[in-house]
């Protein structure tokens, strides 16, 4: 089954083709990043415009690159919540319209689900149930997945998403936004122990996240040093931030899987692609004797085709939209 699947909840416009869930087409994707750059930050407005230009562009592409016919579209899918409403939007209308004009089923899903079904496109092997640690721009959850459509949240951050201080701690520094690169790429150099950040408990939850806490502890101690003529060693402080946030992500992930039972850890989202993130879960999972999946970088930051993989199990359980669909700022999962 080949499903024609889009993708623009943010910055990113992606238009793929996935047979069974599993096998990717073709994945097209247009970042809008450098549009964004000069603001330091997503312009919603901008976002939703840039997505109205390139979407037909990208869907026309896909289907020539896939090399197959319209025909050959069994079915399109969607992802229609959570993310930047305007842009969504786009995505959602764009979507119904092809849907009907090529008479096949439209099939939504959630962003996050898309982004753990990232795993299944590099993991051929990979099945529910497991654990995963879902770590984006503006989610950080960790959640039970117990089959591929049904998951239960156990914990969350209660502020910002890990992503997010990424980006504000970048921009703090004077690095480009999106800043999670960027600060990864720094912090190479850096050494981790230098600067001590926080690393905040929930009370009532010990899975719930906070990372407000360190973003302000980032800020605090640049214009302090700042206004006192004091040099910064940078790479260091990107290393110590990351250092934090990675104490804050992956100890509470094998909690939660010795707690579950789990022997399958996942990591998804665009802040799995940072290498220190990624060393960490590979030692610790090692170390505990828990098979861990992450997905190549490509497969990271958000795309189509993990839409159109979450799509297939999503028609497999019978999940379909109507012309009456519409798009969504949240949703739970
Ligand atoms: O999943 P994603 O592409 O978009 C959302 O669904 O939000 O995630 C984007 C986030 C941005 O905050 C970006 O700075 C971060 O992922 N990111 C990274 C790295 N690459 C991208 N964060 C840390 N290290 C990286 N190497």
Excluded: W
Excluded at 46 to 62: F, G, K, N, P
Excluded at 187 to 207: C, E, I, L, M, R
């Amino acid at each position: 089954m080949k499903i024609l699947a889009f993708e623009s909840t943010c910055d990113e416009t992606a238009a793929a083709i996935v047979e069974d869930g599993r096998k990717i087409l073709t994945d097209q994707i247009f970042s809008q990043a450098d549009l964004h750059a000069v603001y330091g930050g997503v312009v919603p407005e901008i976002a939703s415009r840039c997505h109205v230009e390139s979407i037909s562009i990208l869907a026309q592409r896909a289907v020539e690159a896939a090399g197959i016919t319209k025909k050959e579209i069994d079915a399109i899918a969607v992802s229609y919540a959570p993310g930047l409403i305007g842009a969504v939007l786009v995505g959602v209308n764009f979507a119904k319209s092809a849907a009907l004009a090529l008479d096949v089923p439209l099939i939504p899903v959630h962003h996050i689900k898309g982004h753990i079904a990232a795993n299944y496109l590099a993991y051929p092997q990979l099945e529910p149930p497991f654990l995963c640690l879902a770590i984006s721009g503006g989610n950080t959850l960790l959640v039970d997945v117990r089959d591929y459509t049904d998951m239960k949240i156990l914990g969350a951050t209660r502020d910002d998403a890990a992503g997010e201080c990424f980006d504000k701690t970048a921009r703090v520094l004077g690095l480009p936004y999106p800043g999670g690169k960027p600060i990864d790429m720094l912090a190479q150099s850096g050494n981790d122990s230098k600067y001590t950040f926080p690393v905040a408990h929930v009370d009532g939850n010990p899975y719930d996240m906070s990372f407000s806490g360190l973003k302000t502890s980032v800020i605090n101690l640049v214009h302090n040093a700042e206004q006192k003529g004091e040099e910064i060693d940078r790479a260091s402080l990107a290393a110590s931030f990351t250092r934090a946030v990675s104490e804050s992500l992956v100890p509470r992930t094998m909690m939660a899987a010795k707690e579950l039972g789990y022997k399958k850890v996942v990591v998804a989202g665009g802040v799995a692609a940072n290498s220190r993130i990624r060393a960490d879960f590979k030692a610790e999972c090692e170390k505990n004797g828990y098979e861990l999946f992450i997905p190549p970088l490509k497969l990271c930051g958000d795309n189509g085709a993990m839409i159109a993989a979450q799509g297939y199990y999503e028609y497999l359980a019978g999940t379909r939209a109507g012309s009456d669909l519409n798009a969504y700022a949240t949703m739970e999962l």
